[in-house]
């Protein structure tokens, strides 16, 4: 389900992509707003420009690209929640190794075997 939600989510945004490319120009910029571009009456009491296709279908999959951004972040930290240290099991011990021809008893290790260098270190 995440997945393909993060898939539609992708392909919202490359729709939103285009679909804002795809749109005219309102013309002016910020030399508009500086009286450069017309009388400030045209910008604020003018009428309103009528709503086309590109118009709707930018409201629209900006919604969905938000709806989708939200619903994701929500699933994204339900699925890593923190677990308690004290919550996990502990790990079990390996058993010591058996090594053939022995017998059945784990192989200990000789007292006397490290001890022979002791005295061979500082020739």
Do not use: C, H
Request: hydrophobic share 50%; no cysteine; proline share 6%.
């Amino acid at each position: 389900m995440y997945g393909f939600l993060l898939f539609v989510l992708i392909l919202d945004g490359l729709f939103l992509s285009v679909v804002i490319l795809l749109q005219a120009g309102k013309g002016g910029g910020l030399a508009a707003v500086g009286g450069g571009g017309g009388t400030m009456a045209d910008g604020v009491l003018g009428g309103r420009q009528a709503t086309t296709v590109l118009t709707r279908a930018t409201w629209g999959a900006g919604a969905a690209f938000m709806i989708l951004a939200l619903v994701l972040s929500i699933m994204s930290s339900r699925a890593s929640a923190p677990t308690s240290v004290i919550q996990v099991d502990a790990p079990t011990a390996a058993p010591a190794p058996v090594l053939p021809g022995l017998g059945d008893e784990p192989a200990a290790a000789e007292p006397g075997a490290a001890a022979g260098n002791e005295g061979n270190e500082g020739n």
